[in-house]
């Protein structure tokens, strides 16, 4: 789940639907309210309103990836993701919010 701010907008999210078979669909914020993110998911031409709880952002902050590994936060786990491929990142956070 995200909780983005004005800053956010234009920032990469991942759509996780919560069904079988379901694939992640990368997408860009394009605004948002009180209700749902407007996001335009690549390939499609208008934004598309989603619930906050389907999304995750595509690439975490510094802070966010300290957080999830515990580290204090001086930006070297960050630097450690840096290489790792898209399919791999994915992977990594659904590992991390199964646990």
């Not at 907008?9 to 009180?34: C, M, Q, W």
Request: aromatic share 10%.
């Amino acid at each position: 789940m995200i909780d983005p701010h004005s800053h956010d907008i234009g920032r990469a999210v991942v759509y996780l639907a919560h069904h079988p078979g379901a694939k992640p669909e990368d997408g860009v914020i394009t605004s948002f309210n009180e209700y749902c993110v407007f996001v335009r998911y690549r390939g499609d031409a208008h934004s598309k309103g989603t619930r906050r709880e389907d999304l995750e952002w595509q690439r975490p902050t510094i802070a966010e990836i300290d957080r999830m590994r515990g580290s204090p936060g001086d930006g070297a786990t960050f630097m450690r993701y840096m290489g790792e491929s898209d399919d791999d990142f994915r992977r990594r956070i659904l590992e991390h919010k199964a646990r």
